[in-house]
């Protein structure tokens, strides 16, 4: 008779069990951490925060990590100061070049061309028309000039600052300026001393500013100039 109590009273407890699974959500939750947030979630809605936003705007005055200051405006002024006077503070070497190349070819490519003739991918698919080959005798790009247009973008083409880094951009120019001396059938720059390189890279950094890579720079020639006598 016990027997048949407790077999009754366990049947009756499990469908009571059974009858409250609620199959839209887990009912009985061991460590609820696992299955809820503790922290906020990006773009949530909090009332704790002003607007309800959890992605609220950075405070007054400061600077995202690896942000570096470039002097030059965005105007037509600044463009051709930074054209006349801006000069690229990296070593012409075959590692730079490279990664020059490889940069070149995943964001630049594909409207300026594998060549820099301006046939991309994009113009030669007539998506993109007017972009000049970078020999082109109006434009008369320099270091200075790829680069701001690179930081800011110029007519069509937009900004890569967000892309890329203060290095990246430098490595980019450097074989822009590869590109045109073929197009313009000059020789290819003697590569220059290995060890200016590593000096270079040790003083460089994405997050230094360009005074710290035109001192770079400086210790780098004055190596090889006392090399040389």
């Known amino acids: 008779m016990k027997t048949l109590i407790n077999i009754g ?3 009756i407890a499990s469908a009571s069990m059974v009858s409250c699974f609620n199959n839209n959500k887990p009912n ?12 906020y979630e990006a773009y949530g809605e ?48 075959e590692k730079n070049v490279n990664i020059g190349k490889q940069l070149y070819t995943i ?8 060549k820099g003739d301006g046939q991309g ?25 790829i680069y701001h247009v690179m930081y800011y973008g110029k007519n069509a083409m937009g ?36 060890e200016m390189e590593t000096m270079m890279e040790q003083e460089i950094k994405p997050s230094n500013n360009e005074m710290n890579m035109a001192n770079a720079s400086e210790k780098a020639k004055d190596t090889i100039v006392s090399k040389e006598n």
């Open 159 to 194: 900004s890569y600052a967000s892309q890329t880094n203060e290095m990246e951009r430098w490595q980019i120019d450097l074989y822009i300026l590869d590109l045109k001396a073929q197009l313009d059938g000059k020789p290819q720059r003697a590569i220059e001393d290995e």
């Open 46 to 93: 909090y009332e704790i925060f002003p607007g309800q936003q959890e992605a609220m705007l950075p405070p007054d005055h400061t600077l995202p990590r690896g942000f570096t200051t470039y002097d030059y405006e965005n105007t037509n002024e600044d463009f051709e100061l930074a054209k006349a006077e801006l000069t690229n503070p990296l070593p012409y070497t």
């Open 9 to 11: 009273f366990a049947i």
């Open 28 to 39: 009985y939750q061991y460590f609820p951490n696992m299955y809820q947030p503790v922290s």
């Open 121 to 145: 991918i994009l113009v030669t698919r007539e998506k993109i028309l007017g972009v000049p080959a970078f020999n082109d005798p109006g434009r008369s790009i320099t270091e200075g000039s």
């Open 107 to 114: 964001y630049c490519a594909v409207c300026h061309g594998d």
